[in-house]
């Protein structure tokens, strides 16, 4: 079962499906759900949840195994385009929530689910800071560590040249995304979103 369209303020569980197993939740914000466009807010403070049954044969999810339980500082923007291997996070810093500037986010295209939305974290990202002349690579080597862990059994090229895809585009001047979404605030009546029973083992 796949769910409908989300309205701005509800509770959209983003799941990470590993090897068919649910491996990481949390829950976000829906700000925007159009049909070129999926923006979800993680908000600080919101919890992150790791299914307790199965053994994944890449092992538990890093910021399980780092302690990682909640989201924290200002929260981060997640803009998707249907069928794109990829997110572009928007990052804000400092006592006065400053732009910090956009992530750009290699993952599995999101699926909808009854409860939210499916995808799996490709590790390997690039990240444009605010103040940048340009781009930077991130994690490339812990990618490579990924694929020796065997978390991403035939995906590598694909990963590696949506990688390539978005430098060039960036190379060229490309903007796909709305740059506005910069000075983007959260609505301050939001609470922060919590978890809905059986997230883990919903048939979606």
């Known amino acids: 079962m796949t769910g409908g369209r989300f309205a701005p303020g509800d509770v959209v569980v983003r799941r990470e499906i590993l090897l068919g197993e649910v491996w990481f939740g949390c829950p976000t914000v829906c700000v925007e759900d159009s ?17 307790r049954h199965g053994v994944f044969p890449a092992g538990r ?5 780092a302690g990682h339980r909640a989201w924290s500082g200002h929260g981060k923007l997640m803009l998707h385009r249907p069928g794109e291997a990829h997110s572009v996070d928007v990052f804000w810093t400092g006592p006065d929530r400053a732009f910090a500037g956009w992530y750009f986010n290699l993952q599995d295209p999101f699926r909808r689910t009854s409860i939210g939305v499916d995808t799996l974290d490709h590790e390997l990202d690039l990240w444009w800071g605010a103040d940048a002349d340009r781009y930077v690579w991130k994690d490339v080597e812990m990618f490579a560590q990924r694929l020796d862990e065997g978390r991403y059994p035939g995906m590598a090229e694909a990963i ?3 990688g390539d895809r978005i430098a060039a585009l960036l190379d060229a001047g490309e903007r796909w995304w709305d740059e506005a979404w910069a000075s983007w605030k959260p609505d301050p009546a939001w609470p922060v979103p919590r978890l ?4 883990d ?3 979606c």
Do not use: M, N
Not at 37 to 45: F, I, K, M, S, V
Not at 61 to 65: F, K, L
């Open 35 to 51: 049909s070129d466009l999926l923006a979800l807010y993680l908000p600080p403070g919101a919890e992150f949840a790791f299914p």
């Open 61 to 65: 999810h890093p910021w399980e195994t």
């Open 160 to 162: 590696r040249a949506e």
């Open 196 to 199: 809905p029973a059986r997230w």
């Open 201 to 203: 083992t919903v048939d």
